[in-house]
C-alpha cells in the first residue's frame, strides 16, 4: 500500500464510502492518512504485499487470528480498537511467545464516520506501543451500508517461542494447580452495560490489556509453566473445560476461591448470568506444580494486571476431561463448556 | 480450539446461529465438524491459542492479510474461499515468500445456510492443497442477520523468504521490462457478470489461482527479478502506478501489447470500464533487467497460470512516479491510479 505523494487531509466530518475500499487513490489516502500516520513503522510503510521481518534467531514460530465484532464499538474500559490489539497479543503470549508483528484487517460499513475510525486507530496504537509490538502488515475493505456493523476488525499475530519453552493446554497434570490473575467477568458485564436498555447502571469497567509483558515477567521467574489460556468468549468455564480435555485430566475448582468483583456479581445476579462462563479479556489462568505457586503468585501479584493473582483450583488425574467446582455450601457439581450463546458479539 | 470428544454431526439443513460464535460448544461443534474436518494439520488440531511452526532456516519472515467481501460468494471460475487462499498465497508469492502458513478468519451472518459455508471451505481446502500451503489458525464470529453479508474471510499469511532474495516494489530501475503473466480484467467481468441484472452474458471466468508455485520456478530459473506484483484491485493501472511511485521511475505502457480476453473486452466497452483498471486474482506484473526477459518468458509460457506471458512496457527513469501509454494511435496518455470506486466488492 503506496500512497500518492502528497495525501489529501481527510475532513473532519468525512464519512467512510465505497471508494475507501476501492484499492485506488482513495483507498491510499485513507491508509496515509489514518494508518501510516498511527502505526509508523519500516515493514509497514515498505509498501510491498508483504510486511518483512527480521527473523530473531533460532526457535518456533507462533500464529494466530482473531475477527472483532464486538457491539457497540466502544464501552468502559476499551473499545474495538483496544481488544483486537489486546486480544491477538494474548492469545501469542499464552503460547508463551513474544509477538513479532500483528496484521490488521478492517471491514468498514458505508457511512462509518471518518473520526470514528481515528478513534479506533488511535486505541490500537495505544494499546500495540503498550505492548511493545508492531502493526506491520494492513487491508482495509468497505462494505455498503447495511451489509456490516460500523468496524470489524481481524487481527492476526506472529510470535517468537525460543527453544525448550512448552507451554500447551495439553500439558496439564494431576498434581498441578491452577491459578487466575484476578475477578472475572468485568468484560463481559462492561460491553453489556454498555448497550444499554437493561435498565441497569454500573460502573463495571472491561479489564482488556495485553498481558504479553506479565508474561514474559512470569516465565523468566518461573520458567516450569505448563498451561496458559485466557478466559475469552465462554469464560473460566469453557476455557477450563479445554484444558481438563486436552490434557486428559480433572480440574477441581474451589467457588469460594474465584473473585469476582461486587459489581459483576451483582448485575449477573440481575441478569441470571454465571460469571464463570462471562468473558475476560485481560485475565490469565496458570496451570503449574504445586512447587512453583508460592514463587508464581509472589511475582504475578507485583506485576500490572495480575494484581489479584489467587490459586482457585488443582489438578486430579479423574474424572478425565472434567471440570468439577466445590460449592461454597459443600457440594460438588460438573461445570460444563458453555452451551448455545450468552451474550453475543462480546469480542 | 477444542471440540467435544465427539462432535455432533451438523445435519444438511442447519443454519448458522449466533449460538455458532459464543466460544462455548456450539463452535467447537462448528470448528471440528468443518474446519478441523478440512484442513487437517497437526498445528491447527494442537488446539492451543496460538499454532506453532517449525522455523526452517535462516531467512526473513514475510507477513500479509487481507480481508474477502466479494459479492456474490461465488462466481464462474471460483468462489470466497478460493479467493481468500489465492489473494494471500500471492501477497506473500510477490515479496518471493514461500508460505508457511494461512489463518482463516471467518465473520458468519446469522441464518447462512451451513450447507454454503461448507462449500466454501471445501474450496478453500482445495485451493490450499493446490498451493501446498496449511490452514493452521483459525477463528468464527457470528453477526445478527443484517449485520453481515453470508460470509467475511480474512486470511494472513507467513512466509520464508531465503536470505539475499529481494524483491520489492522499491526496485524497478531505469531499463528493466515489465512482463504481465496474461490476459486482464477476467475476474472484475466475471463477479460484475455474477451479480445479475446487468443484461450481460458472458462466458468469462475469474482467472484466481495461486501463483506461489510459478513464482518458485520462475525465481529458480531468473533470481534476478526486481519486482513482483499482483494487480487485484485497482487493477494493472494502479499496481503499475504503485511501483513507478515506490521506485521513483517511470514505466512505460504499449497499448497493443497488453492482452484482453475478447468477452472481457466486449463487456468492458458495453459497462464503459476500462480494462486496465478491472480486478485480476490470478495474474502477476514482473519487472526485471532486459537481459533476462527471454528466459523468463520462455520458463512462464511453460507454466500453468502463466501460459499467456509477454512484454508489456519498460521503466524509464522519467517522469518519476508516472505510468505513460503508448496508444494504439500512436500517442501517449498518463495512467493514472484509479480514483474513487469502479467496482466494489469485487475481493
Redesign the interface.
Known sequence: ??G??CPIPLRHDEQV???H????????NLVRNLFYAAFDNG?LL??????????PE????????????VSPLFFPGGDIGRLAVCGTV???A??G?KP??L?????LEEGLPIVTLQAVIESMRLAATEAGIRI????T????R????GV?I?T????W?PFGREI???NAQAGDVVLLTGPIGDHGIAVLVARGGLALESDVLSDVAPLNLLVESLLSTVPDVHV???P???GVA?ALN?IA??SSVAIQLDEAAIPVNPSVESACELLGLDPL?V?NEGKALIVLPQAQVEAALNLLRSQRYAEGSVQIGTVRAAPA?RVLMRTAIGGTRVV???????L??IC
Chains 1, 2 share one sequence.
Not at 496484521?103 to 471491514?107: K, L, M, S, Y
Not at 506491520?136 to 487491508?139: E, H, L, M, N, Y
Not at 475493505?141 to 455498503?144: A, C, D, H, N, S
Not at 492476526?156 to 510470535?159: E, H, N, Q
Open positions: 500500500m503506496q500518492p505523494v464510502v465505497l471508494g475500499g476501492s484499492g485506488g487513490s482513495m483507498t491510499h515493514p515498505a509498501g510491498d504485499d508483504s510486511a518483512m521481518l527480521d527473523w533460532d526457535g518456533r514460530l507462533a500464529v494466530t487470528t482473531d475477527s472483532h465484532i494474548n492469545d501469542l499464552m503460547v511467545a513479532l508483528g496484521t490488521a484487517g478492517f471491514i506491520v502488515a494492513g487491508d475493505k468497505v462494505v455498503e447495511g451489509k456490516g456493523d470489524f481481524n492476526s499475530g506472529i510470535g517461542v500447551s493446554g495439553r496458559l489460556r485466557d475469552t468468549r465462554g469453557t479445554e480435555r486436552q462462563y468473558a476431561g460444563d463448556t458453555l452451551a448455545g450463546e450468552m453475543p458479539r
